[in-house]
T-cell receptor, first 116, second 111 residues
Framework: GAVVSQHPSRVICKSGTSVKIECRSL??????MFWYRQFPKQSLMLMAT?????????EQGVEKDKFLINHASLTLSTLTVTSAHPEDSSFYIC????????????FGDGTRLSIL | QQPVQSPQAVILREGEDAVINCSSS?????VHWYRQKHGEAPVFLMI?????EQKGHEKISASFNEKKQQSSLYLTASQLSYSGTYFC????????????FGQGTELSVKP
């Protein structure tokens, strides 16, 4: 149980393109979803926290106009990287949490974004 | 405040034991442990909530010290499948479930 599906798994596109990444909880309702960015051989860096029906909370240094997050339902959150540039290339990964605190985060398989 | 994990990397032979530590400069609400294999999603291992708590099973277990500032993950009689990067995720009170992950410990188990 507790499966999170993330699509696409890999994106290669030209500089200036906007890219949308979807994160779906398949068998549970994710009251909270988190978006992370991970560089090779580095830790998971939290970008933002999203709760269904409300605006996302962004971590310090993360541009909210650059990384648009929408959490329209209890099973779907999307991250749109607007006007992507080569420095946005990274591994983006989402996680969902069901219910109250003290629950594990269930991660999607990640999206490898490469901007040429 | 990112927690500090140690060691950064460890190489084991099958059957050997390992301990991975995670330290915070201030008391935590909880600590989560995950394992991530290259190019894959992190997989949840366990959560510790209470000071002095120990949980897990014979092969993979973890502890949380009384002050709730340090946690250790114990890998016993390691198997090849244990290879990967282990992360602790620390949660502070009133942070809405947000985790701050340590820098990771890369574990390689050789035959």
């Amino acid at each position: 149980g507790a499966v999170v599906s993330q699509h696409p798994s890999r994106v290669i596109c030209k500089s200036g393109t906007s890219v949308k990444i979807e994160c779906r909880s398949l068998d549970f309702q994710a009251t909270t979803m988190f978006w992370y960015r991970q560089f090779p051989k580095q830790s998971l860096m939290l970008m933002a926290t999203s709760n269904e029906g409300s605006k996302a909370t962004y971590e310090q240094g993360v541009e909210k106009d650059k990384f648009l997050i929408n959490h329209a339902s209890l099973t779907l959150s999307t991250l749109t990287v607007t006007s992507a540039h080569p420095e946005d290339s990274s591994f983006y990964i989402c996680s969902g949490v069901q219910g109250a605190r003290n629950q594990p985060q269930h991660f999607g398989d990640g999206t490898r974004l490469s901007i040429l | 405040q990112q927690p500090v994990q140690s060691p950064q990397a460890v190489i084991l032979r099958e059957g050997e034991d390992a301990v991975i530590n995670c330290s915070s400069s201030k008391a935590l609400y909880s600590v989560h442990w995950y394992r991530q294999k290259h190019g894959e999603a992190p997989v949840f291992l366990m959560i510790l909530l209470k000071g002095g708590e120990q949980k897990g099973h014979e092969k993979i277990s973890a502890s949380f010290n009384e002050k709730k500032q340090q946690s250790s993950l114990y890998l016993t009689a390691s198997q090849l499948s244990y290879s990967g990067t282990y992360f602790c995720g620390t949660e502070y009170r009133n942070q809405g479930g947000k985790l701050i992950f340590g820098q990771g410990t890369e574990l390689s188990v050789k035959p």
